[in-house]
């Protein structure tokens, strides 16, 4: 499978990639230096030129970019993949978050990224979105949970984490395998991947279990100053639980 990833030059989308090849697909980048996602004429002609047979977009970009690709998928009959987020939903109502759920975002990221969504299924119905947590990655930095505990440790002399906070959350590795399966099912419609489903971790249990897992000296404060269920439920056999990884205690 030539698979057309976008976004790799983040985090997540190499890890797509090398699930992709080590399959014994072709990775097609696109590069918005050569090719300007706001053009979508030459954006056609590239799509021409390479003749993709999967789309999976998981940079950040414009809705109508978003759009535009989704578009695209259907008209060459091709499956298209966006990575979405948890932060669709608000903290009020509560989750755990179902597939049936309104998102309800308050902030500006889970803002854009539903106007994402809603763009790309109006434009094709066949399109799969899958949202997702917060990433964990031994080695990735920008949006990666290890690194932030590591900053938060450094810049606070502490890590604060919160029992009352259940995060939606998975390892890249996991979450790439999951996109490449769903890649590959030419899955549609909305998906939920969530490592954190099942075993319903507080972000303490989870801190505490990645200190021991990475041989981190964090100094771990408890608190009860934030609280949501943010899981992501309605997909839990596409991706492993977080107790596959890490040992709860």
């Not at 950040?60 to 499956?79: H, K, N, S, T, V």
């Not at 990575?83 to 803002?111: I, K």
């Given at each position: 499978?030539?698979?057309?990833?976008?976004?790799?030059?983040?985090?997540?989308?190499?890890?797509?990639?090398?699930?992709?090849?080590?399959?014994?697909?072709?990775?097609?980048?696109?590069?918005?230096?050569?090719?300007?996602?706001?053009?979508?004429?030459?954006?056609?002609?590239?799509?021409?030129?390479?003749?993709?047979?999967?789309?999976a977009?998981?940079?950040?970009g414009?809705?109508?970019?978003?759009?535009?690709?989704?578009?695209?998928?259907?008209?060459?009959?091709?499956?298209?993949?966006?990575?979405?987020?948890?932060?669709?939903?608000?903290?009020?109502?509560?989750?755990?978050h179902?597939?049936?759920?309104?998102?309800?975002?308050?902030?500006?990221?889970?803002?854009?990224?539903?106007r994402?969504?809603?763009?790309i299924?109006?434009?094709?119905?066949?399109?799969?979105?899958?949202?997702?947590?917060?990433?964990?990655?031994?080695?990735?930095?920008?949006?990666?949970?290890?690194?932030?505990?590591?900053?938060?440790?450094a810049?606070?002399?502490?890590?604060?984490?919160?029992?009352?906070?259940?995060?939606?959350?998975?390892?890249?590795?996991?979450?790439?395998?999951?996109?490449?399966?769903?890649?590959?099912?030419?899955?549609?419609?909305?998906?939920?991947?969530?490592?954190?489903?099942?075993?319903?971790?507080?972000?303490?249990?989870?801190?505490?279990?990645?200190?021991?897992?990475?041989?981190?000296?964090?100094?771990?404060?408890?608190?009860?100053?934030?609280?949501?269920?943010?899981?992501?439920?309605?997909?839990?056999?596409?991706?492993?639980?977080?107790?596959?990884?890490?040992?709860?205690?």
């Amino acid at each position: 499978m030539r698979v057309l990833i976008s976004g790799l030059n983040g985090t997540l989308a190499p890890h797509l990639a090398r699930r992709v090849v080590a399959e014994g697909g072709q990775v097609l980048p696109w590069r918005r230096e050569l090719v300007d996602p706001a053009d979508e004429t030459a954006g056609r002609q590239m799509l021409d030129r390479l003749r993709p047979d999967a789309i999976a977009h998981l940079a950040m970009g414009g809705e109508a970019w978003a759009a535009f690709l989704a578009r695209e998928a259907g008209a060459r009959q091709i499956p298209l993949l966006f990575t979405s987020t948890a932060m669709v939903f608000d903290a009020v109502p509560d989750g755990p978050h179902r597939l049936q759920d309104t998102p309800n975002a308050q902030e500006d990221y889970g803002r854009y990224k539903f106007r994402c969504e809603q763009g790309i299924r109006a434009a094709n119905p066949a399109a799969c979105i899958a949202r997702i947590g917060w990433q964990i990655d031994a080695d990735a930095r920008g949006n990666n949970m290890l690194a932030a505990l590591d900053e938060w440790q450094a810049s606070r002399g502490e890590v604060a984490a919160s029992r009352l906070w259940i995060p939606a959350c998975s390892f890249m590795t996991d979450t790439a395998a999951g996109l490449w399966q769903l890649l590959q099912a030419r899955a549609r419609g909305v998906y939920h991947l969530d490592s954190n489903a099942v075993c319903a971790w507080g972000f303490d249990t989870l801190v505490q279990a990645l200190a021991r897992h990475f041989a981190r000296p964090w100094e771990i404060r408890v608190t009860d100053e934030y609280r949501h269920d943010q899981r992501l439920l309605g997909s839990e056999t596409w991706l492993p639980p977080l107790s596959a990884r890490l040992a709860a205690r």
